[in-house]
């Protein structure tokens, strides 16, 4: 499971005297990041993985959380085993034969590294910028 905290002290100085209820720009920003984060994983799991992997790719999902934090986690239907096959692939295990032994794949990895380059900042500007507009209606 991958934990998203966001620094939004320059959100904060931009809502500054208005009404708009801080608690949902930091919900939107965080939904933003988290969504990304799965679209991250899902491309590292198609780069990663030369095999079929539906059940894999539509696995992901995210919550975000009324403390300020999200969280992107594997989610199976019931009756799945998603998620030791999601531990397996990403770090990859040693099983009792050769056969039963795989590389890991590290797909986690490509999202943690995504969320945590900032490559989010301009959807997140562009939300606020939205949100603002909607109160001073520029």
Same mark, same amino acid.
């Given at each position: 499971? !991958?934990? !998203?905290?966001?620094?939004?002290?320059?959100?904060? @100085?931009?809502?500054?005297?208005?009404?708009?209820? #801080? =608690?949902?720009?930091?919900?939107?920003?965080?939904?933003?990041? =988290?969504?990304?984060?799965?679209?991250?994983?899902?491309?590292? %799991?198609?780069?990663?993985?030369?095999?079929?992997?539906?059940?894999?790719?539509?696995? #992901?999902?995210?919550?975000?959380?009324?403390?300020?934090?999200?969280?992107?986690?594997?989610?199976?239907?019931?009756?799945?085993?998603?998620?030791?096959?999601?531990?397996?692939?990403? #770090?990859?295990?040693?099983?009792?034969? @050769?056969?039963?032994?795989?590389?890991?794949?590290? #797909?986690?990895? %490509?999202?943690?590294?995504?969320?945590?380059?900032? =490559?989010?900042?301009?959807?997140?500007?562009?939300?606020?910028?939205?949100?603002?507009?909607?109160?001073?209606? @520029?």
């Amino acid at each position: 499971m !991958i934990t !998203i905290e966001y620094d939004d002290s320059e959100v904060q @100085k931009a809502l500054a005297g208005t009404s708009k209820s #801080f =608690a949902s720009i930091r919900r939107k920003a965080l939904s933003i990041i =988290a969504r990304g984060t799965v679209k991250a994983i899902n491309a590292g %799991i198609r780069e990663t993985l030369h095999s079929r992997s539906g059940e894999l790719l539509k696995a #992901f999902r995210y919550h975000v959380r009324k403390d300020g934090t999200a969280n992107v986690y594997p989610d199976g239907e019931a009756g799945s085993s998603i998620f030791p096959k999601t531990f397996g692939l990403n #770090f990859g295990y040693d099983g009792p034969t @050769k056969r039963a032994q795989n590389r890991p794949h590290s #797909f986690i990895e %490509i999202g943690r590294q995504w969320a945590e380059s900032g =490559a989010y900042m301009p959807d997140v500007e562009k939300m606020v910028e939205k949100e603002l507009s909607k109160y001073w209606g @520029k």
